[in-house]
């Protein structure tokens, strides 16, 4: 097999790295570059489609061709958008692209989200009960609004993705700093302590607090953002 | 092969609901598992009901049967669990390579056909079938180079196939795209391949530029009439299930249906005579 296994390295060295072919027009070694780098700048394009418009074509192509080279290492094709946000994060071309990873991280959600399948039990509002986060949401502090296509200047957000079982679709939604806070101290405290805790920090009166926190958890408990949260 | 007889479809999620819903469905279906390994959330139900309902093959992309390097067991794990799941017995993959040390190019690749590379894949395939308890089918795939030989393709399947005594997956329009890229006759090549050796086929569409010298396998075109003609007389010598393949550029099911309606009308001529 060594002189097989020099062929077929040298056939995918010569795929996968831009070396010029003579006469491309007519050489089948391209039709081969062209299938590869087709398949791979189709999947990221549908993957980081804002992404994409937001580096511009030459650069997109650039990054693609550079990331084949590299080598995807998984064998599900979607999953190798993934490693491509690896990739992204340690080029150095993109050190000055401040947004990149809050971006990656908004349309790989998206993804991440509609590939899945969810086992969570649908929660009820219970004031003793603990809460988090269910596999069917992200929650992310962004530093830069990718969501409203703010790139320029940073401001800080909190973003949530969530699937939407009824419609089988991801939505996002900006959520307040304190319905943030919120989703942190469930995992420790319960409902009932989070709302006293809060209502402390914020100097808030508990009674009024808890009514705002009703609609909101039980907002949540609907769309199967939060999950009651039991110990292993 | 016991489970699936007469005309299949590729199952695709571009069509899943409407396939569901169809009141007259394919014979049997084939399934593409790295397609649904990781089935999510909003096509599982619908996926699972047909998958109960009928036959199924599944036909995978990323084996990488021809690589140097040993099959990934961990993925090879993950294609057991998912055949166990839903209980498939046939499990097709292509004659190819798509990763080379652990990279994956994601396009099949063509091998160098030589007696070296017969044996390396025998060899593949019995670990592969010990591994997941149940035979391997290999298919023909297209191809516009050959990187090295020391045979021809029909040669190369047959001594593959008699090495690891294994069932072929006939492609009937990779035998016509490669017979017209590298200068065969696509009758003789079929006849060269042994009847009983073939599990089922394939028939798919390809694409002709007028002023190109390639005809190009996209599986992403209506099946052209050439194509047609040489599954007809592919059928008069091969009694085997042939099934609709369409990968890219899916249209509505109700198109993929009149191609299915011709596929089944050619099939039931050939069970007549």
Redesign the interface.
Known sequence: ?K???A??????QI??NNEEISNPL?N??Q??RD??YF??FETLENIYPILSAKLGAELMNELVCEF?SS???????TK?AEEFGHFLRHHPKLTSTLFLEDLLWFEYGELEL?????NDTHARLEWSQHYKLSS?SLLRNLSYKVHTGEFESPCVSSLLLY?H?DE?RVYFEEITPFAQQLVEKLENLTLESAVSTLAEMYELDVETLRQSVRILVEKWCNQRVLIKFTEV | MNTITGCGLGLRREFLEDFSSLKKKPDWIEITPENWIFTPHRYRETFEQIMDSMPVVAHGVSLSIGSPEAIDKSFLSEIKAFLDRYNIEHYSEHLSFSTLGGMQTYELLPLPMTRAMVIHIGDKIKHVEDFLQRPLILENASYYLTPYSEMAEADFINEIAQYADTKLLLDVNNVYVNAANHGFDPDQYIAQISPSRVAYMHIAGHLEYPDEVLLLDTHGEAITKNVWKLLERTLKKIDAPVMIERDNNIPPLHELMKEYKKLSKIVAKRSVK
Do not use: C, H
């Open positions: 097999m002189t097989e296994t062929v077929m390295e040298r056939l995918v795929i996968q007519n089948r070694l039709v081969y299938m590869v398949r791979f084949i080598g995807a290492k998984s064998p599900f094709i190798m509609l590939s899945r399948d969810f069917s699937y079982f089988k």
